[in-house]
């Protein structure tokens, strides 16, 4: 981050989570925030997103969150990280409106990074060596974001 820059953080958050990935949800947005109230943050907005929203016209709505995923599936292209299995597709059945549809499974948490409204950074993303949205904060911590690696390119399939 350049001393004129801005970076705003939004930290994706899953409805309803309990139990253990409940507990690590809140222990992360608590850091999130704690980042906030220091300089390397300028804002942070906590989003919450549903379980598996909709890609279609049936089954849960959350444009925000498709929104959000087709940047993050822009930024991961450009890069050339991957996105799955932390996001993912999945066919699922609507007990409200008894038809069948396609949803976006959302990780448990999810940090997107911007500076100055460009998108520089997406967690979880890659898988071996996998970054977390620990892994982000830690970066963001410590005074950088850890570019994606050779290792996280290399998983990328070629098309």
Do not use: N
Not at 6 to 20: F, N, P, W
Not at 73 to 94: I, K, M, N, Q
Not at 111 to 140: K, M, N, Q, W
Request: hydrophobic share 40%; net charge negative; proline share 7%.
């Amino acid at each position: 981050m350049t001393a004129t820059s801005t970076r705003r953080l939004e930290l994706y958050c899953r409805a309803e989570t309990m139990g253990l990935a409940g507990r690590r949800q809140d222990a992360i947005e608590t850091r999130a925030r704690e980042l906030a109230a220091t300089d390397a943050v300028d804002e942070l907005d906590v989003i919450a997103t549903e379980r598996k929203p909709s890609l279609g016209a049936h089954g849960p709505q959350d444009p925000r969150a498709i929104a959000a995923f087709g940047r993050f599936r822009e930024w991961a292209d450009e890069t050339g990280v991957r996105l799955h299995p932390a996001f993912d597709t999945r066919e699922c059945y609507s007990w409200e409106t008894g038809r069948p549809y396609t949803a976006l499974v959302v990780p448990v948490v999810a940090l997107a990074v911007y500076e100055d409204d460009a998108l520089v950074a997406v967690y979880p993303h890659g898988t071996d060596p996998h970054r977390s949205v620990f892994d982000g904060l830690c970066a963001i911590e410590t005074g950088g974001l850890p570019a994606p690696t050779d290792e996280d390119r290399a998983l990328v399939p070629a098309e």
